[in-house]
């Protein structure tokens, strides 16, 4: 260890040598600022119990304390040009500063030693007309911010993180609805230049968003199997994906596409709002409510996107890459409408249960000893069940013979009688 404080030879200013570990390799030289000794020795003591401090985790770092004092609004401003440079979307950072700096304006937090947890959740109860999910939105965005803080050591740990989401109302997620086979017919038949943007929602699950930043150049139609790709920056998970292309989907495009058309101009210059696909609802007789209150809405076309796949039969795990998703449950929970599956099938396929165990019962007894008849062949060869008649009171019972009647005795039911009086002679 080195701890020594000093004047350069022809200076009048103390200066501070120290190395407070003997692994460390660099050895630090700073200026006290003063010339008086005392002075200098109280400076040298008040900076090495923050460094041993700092050490001990009693104390953040010294890049934090200074981080702290800054405001929040330049941390803001910081978050957001990295996340640009990352290439996250403009309509995603809109959402972020939005949320963020409304968060700083309403609760008045200028510094990050201000943010608590109580604050938040006060300005949450004081929202009586804010959604549960909006709500989340808004904690979803403070907690991202604050853990990118604590990752650039800006600030010590996150104030937000023991905040818990608010719980939905059931049925909440469940509110957006897919379209039937015969309503999406319908609806393609009366979208005249919208068909082929619908029919690429409907195809390859892609957000409104997505569609509207999808260019000609994403588009590989004449590849062995056509495909689009989609870029990192346009993606809410910020991935890029291949997307395989339906075969009519294709063949929509490539008429869609115009001989002028450059590769860097979007594939799609418009998508239809609310107003726009629900009049083209009406039009087409779908209902955009259904008798459940759930709506009908473009998102319902990625909904019913994930249905089809259900009803395809594609594995869960398949869907889930096919949606881009990132949790099977939200694939299975959400995006499949489970009224559109063919549960009335999957009942008529289950099995028979009371048929096979009067079989079984039937087998047990005969293999414990109980009198139980066989089945008796018919003169057709199909068997029967058929029991025989006691005789005279013997215990013995007749035997099961084939029903035909060549070169045999017995009855017209073809079964074969004992001789009782050579029996009892027998015996």
């Known amino acids: 260890m080195i701890n020594r404080i000093f004047k350069p030879k022809g200076s009048r200013i103390y200066r501070w040598r120290y190395r407070l570990r003997s692994e460390d390799t660099k050895i630090n030289d700073i200026s006290l600022g003063t010339s008086d000794r005392q002075a200098a020795e109280r400076i040298c003591a008040e900076k090495l119990r923050l460094l041993e401090h700092e050490r001990a985790g009693i104390i953040p770092l010294k890049a934090a304390r200074d981080a702290a004092q800054r405001k929040l609004t330049e941390h803001l401003g910081d978050f957001l040009g990295d996340l640009r440079r990352r290439g996250k979307s403009e309509k995603y950072l809109a959402n972020l500063e939005f949320r963020v700096g409304r968060l700083l304006a309403d609760c008045g937090w200028n510094t990050a030693k201000e943010v608590t947890a109580d604050a938040f959740q006060a300005w949450l109860r004081r929202q009586t007309e804010m959604k549960d999910k909006t709500a989340n939105d808004y904690l979803e965005a403070a907690r991202c911010f604050f853990n990118w803080l604590v990752r650039l050591g800006r600030a010590g740990f996150n104030p937000l993180l023991a905040v818990e989401k608010v719980k939905t109302k059931a049925g909440r997620a469940e509110e957006i609805r897919a379209l039937s086979d015969d309503e999406m017919l319908r609806l393609l038949a009366v979208a005249g230049e919208r068909k082929t943007v ?159 165990a009067s079989l079984i019962a039937s087998q047990n007894l005969g293999a414990s000893g109980q009198s139980v008849s066989s089945p008796v062949a018919t003169s057709d060869g199909e068997e029967v069940d058929k029991t025989i008649a006691n005789i005279g009171g013997s215990r013995v019972l007749t035997l099961p013979v084939a029903g035909s009647h060549s070169g045999r005795n017995g009855g017209s039911g073809g079964a074969r009688t004992r001789n009782l009086c050579r029996d009892r002679a027998a015996l």
Not at 272 to 294: N, Q, S, T
Request: glycine share 6%.
């Open 198 to 356: 619908y029919l690429m929602a409907v195809h390859t699950g892609l957000r409104s968003s997505e569609l509207a930043a999808l260019k000609w150049t994403d588009l590989h139609l004449d590849a062995v199997t056509p495909f689009a790709r989609v870029r990192a920056s346009t993606t809410k998970n910020g991935k890029s994906a291949d997307l395989r292309l339906h075969p009519e989907l294709v063949a929509a495009l490539r008429e869609l596409r115009s001989c002028g058309v450059m590769d860097d101009e979007p594939v799609f210059r418009q998508i239809p709002r609310i107003e726009r696909f629900r009049r083209d609802l009406i039009k087409a007789g779908v209902a955009p409510v259904d008798g459940m209150g759930r709506k009908a809405v473009f998102h319902s076309l990625r909904h019913t996107f994930g249905t089809n796949l259900a009803k395809g039969g594609v594995a869960s795990r398949v869907a889930m890459s096919l949606m881009r998703h990132s949790d099977r449950r939200l694939t299975d929970k959400v995006y499949t409408d489970e009224n559109l599956l063919d549960t009335r099938g999957a009942i008529d396929s289950l099995p028979d249960y009371v048929g096979r």
